[in-house]
């Protein structure tokens, strides 16, 4: 590390030199501009630069180093193998021991590489080379190497297959078991970055996997052919990967490995960080916290993890104290996406305490200041409403919460309130004596519905005629019919009217319903 930074004043003027004599550099030119003249320097000057590889001076292989990283665009463009071939990939790596913060870096910016290219890399030892820098010691080169196996992981399921194939979860587990942790500190929460991303960039969570298993296996046959490390990819790992994705079964490593981060993130007490590092053990918080949502909104059927599967819900408490924005957010993002089916079961006391936090953040809303995030909490509450309608109604209908019902309805953005629309009518489709005309209902408020239905597409359209019905059948039961006539008065037939006047073919389900609605309430 010392070295490196010794040499910085040395190599950079002595490039910055290099590049001026080929007359390349120039403020005012964009780097895509650069790039014609970059490949033809490249390709000019690549003896040379396998020459200061090859030497012994530590200031030419660093200006070699320095060059091929200043000319980082042009890996997208078939120059991998080139490096590769002409031994320039090999003599580079031969430096990792007292270059290794230069050497990962650069491998970085090679992964701008297409597919083919990264597993010509993979094959000639950078699957080694990523792993051993992934749980390096070094800051630097922890990050850069899971920047790298991040990058890699993009690129397809093949690459995913094959870095799941390395042993990586596994290892990661090991670390957090045991306690080694405290030495890896600042390296687990780059761990829990590539956690997140290995489930984001990862195939269908929880399900059986759609990818073709001969086929597979018949590209892990083809890239051990030429793979000069053979051994560090593991044919079993790499097989159960192909048959059942990411798989979160008990006792499987990566559902350990989550269980095991869950008992850091969510107790107060211990954390990964210090107290006087809050900013730190916030962060580690929220990529685990959004690692969860990705899990469940992914796949909605994966709530049974958080359920009946790691104990999430016993440190909700803890996270909540850190009165931390985000990780409210998140939570509620989490809330909203495991709520979801409702044919799940949640037990009496974990939706009290799911609804005290909910109402909690509702209370804290302030209908002067639009947030977007606030649309997760809004479709966290609606999806409530299917689990304990008694208590999120009796919330909901309060004089305080209606007004901010309300209120964000008519003045929220287009999304903030559509999604309060949402709430507004799911409330109606529960409870009907919330129906007041003139406090709770009114014109402008049922306009605001009216001109989120006028488009005519998604669920909404389809949902609000649905309470309509309901309302005016629940009216007509009872021999009422304040309702509708407060729908007529302010428009509300008129607008059906105008639906049955779209000729539109896809709107053709829309258009039979209303005339139900029309001929079963208004002939």
Not at 5 to 14: M, Y
Not at 288 to 298: E, G, H, K, P
Not at 314 to 328: A, P, T
């Amino acid at each position: 590390m010392l070295l490196y930074k010794s040499l910085d004043d040395v190599v950079k003027p002595r490039f910055q030199e290099f590049l001026q004599k080929k007359s390349i550099i120039d403020n005012d030119i964009d780097e895509e501009d650069l790039l014609p003249q970059k490949i033809s320097l490249f390709h000019s000057q690549l003896d040379q630069i396998l020459e200061k590889l090859q030497c012994d001076d530590l200031t030419e292989i660093s200006t070699a180093i320095n060059i091929l990283q200043n000319l980082k665009p042009i890996y997208k463009y078939n120059i991998i193998p080139i490096i590769v071939e002409s031994g320039i990939f090999n003599a580079i790596i031969q430096h990792l021991d007292v270059l290794s913060p230069l050497i990962y870096e650069l491998i970085l910016s090679f992964l701008d590489c297409s597919l083919e290219d990264s597993i010509l890399l993979l094959q000639n030892f950078l699957g080694n080379i990523l792993m051993n820098g992934f749980f390096h010691e070094d800051d630097d080169i922890c990050k850069n190497s899971v920047e790298s196996i991040v990058k890699l992981m993009t690129k397809g399921h093949f690459i995913h297959a094959l870095i799941t194939s390395m042993g990586i979860i596994e290892r990661i587990y090991q670390i957090f078991q045991s306690n080694s942790i405290l030495t890896h500190q600042k390296n687990c929460a780059y761990f829990i970055l590539f956690l997140n991303k290995y489930f984001e960039n990862g195939p269908p969570i929880g399900l059986k996997n759609v990818l073709n298993i001969d086929e597979y296996n018949h590209y892990f046959a083809k890239f051990l052919e030429n793979c000069k490390d053979k051994t560090i990819y593991n044919h079993e790992i790499y097989t159960d990967f192909i048959i059942n994705g990411i798989n979160l079964s008990k006792q499987q490593p990566i559902f350990n490995l989550l269980n095991q981060i869950l008992s850091i993130t969510g107790n107060t007490g211990y954390g990964l960080f210090d107290d006087a590092d809050r900013n730190e053990n916030i962060k580690f918080i929220l990529t685990f916290l959004d690692t969860i949502y990705i899990i469940v909104s992914r796949n909605p059927l994966q709530y049974t993890l958080i359920l009946d599967g790691i104990p999430f819900f016993d440190f909700l408490s803890n996270w909540i104290k850190y009165e931390n924005d985000e990780i409210n957010e998140t939570l509620a993002l989490i809330i909203q996406s495991m709520t979801y089916p409702t044919d799940m079961t949640i037990g009496s006391d974990l939706l009290e305490e799911i609804c005290s936090f909910i109402f909690d953040l509702f209370n804290k809303i302030d209908i002067e200041n639009e947030k977007l995030n606030e649309i997760s909490l809004i479709f966290a509450l609606y999806n409530l409403i299917e689990f304990d309608s008694e208590n999120i109604i009796k919330f909901l209908k309060s004089d305080a919460s209606m007004n901010k019902i309300t209120q964000r309805m008519l003045n929220g953005s287009y999304r903030v309130s559509k999604a309060y629309s949402y709430l507004y009518l799911g409330i109606l489709r529960k409870d009907v004596s919330v129906i007041e005309i003139n406090r709770n209902m009114n014109k402008e408020i049922f306009d605001k519905i009216f001109k989120l239905m006028n488009k005519m597409k998604g669920e909404f359209c389809e949902f609000a005629i649905s309470v309509f019905r309901k309302l005016f059948r629940n009216e007509m039961s009872r021999n009422k019919h304040n309702f509708r006539d407060f729908f007529t008065d302010i428009g509300g037939l008129d607008f059906l009217f105008e639906i049955l006047d779209n000729d539109d073919p896809e709107f053709s389900d829309y258009i039979k319903y209303v005339e139900k609605i029309i001929d079963e309430f208004f002939s």
